[in-house]
């Protein structure tokens, strides 16, 4: 597959051990930055990814910042983005097979690196389910064509 990935400085240490982890397990990685600890704007690099996936560029992305949260919130701007908080096995499973979830955020400060990268396991590995939940995203989908303004 391949993977965007992309973080703020909050994020900047998880990110080098995930891309780590994802390119030994064959994964192509690209990383859209930030490349260093120094603080920045989630947002210039969670929307570039999220411009990724939503061009079919990339399979999925996963984003990070301390808590997740500002960069999902930035990812899910994009048309076509559908980006959670993987904050818990489960969830992130349903994110895939409920929502059809392209894209995945965690909060470097409240998650252990361990889960996190369960987690992006878990989100890999499972498919959407299709049937009615097909039609929930469809419903987002439209609502993106009739009012998204570029």
């Known amino acids: 597959m ?11 240490v998880y990110k080098k051990e995930i891309i780590k982890y994802l390119e030994s397990s ?4 690209v990383d859209v930055g930030t490349f260093s600890e120094g603080s920045c704007n989630y947002p210039d690099y969670a929307i570039p990814a999220g411009e990724m996936v939503a061009g079919g560029e990339v399979d999925f ?7 997740g949260i500002g960069v999902s919130i930035a990812a899910n701007k994009v048309k076509g983005v559908r980006c959670a ?3 818990d096995d489960r969830v992130v499973e349903l994110t895939r097979e409920h929502n059809d979830a392209n894209m995945l955020a965690f909060g470097a400060h409240f998650m252990m690196l361990e889960d996190v990268i369960r987690r992006i396991d878990i989100f890999l590995k499972t498919p959407f389910l299709e049937g009615r939940h097909a039609t929930r995203v469809g419903i987002i989908a439209d609502y993106e064509d009739r009012h998204y303004c570029k």
């Open 85 to 87: 908080i993987g904050y």
């Open 26 to 29: 064959g994964h192509t990685i």
């Open 2 to 12: 391949k993977i965007v990935v992309a973080s703020d400085h909050g994020g900047f």
């Open 61 to 67: 992305g996963i984003v990070l910042c301390n808590t």
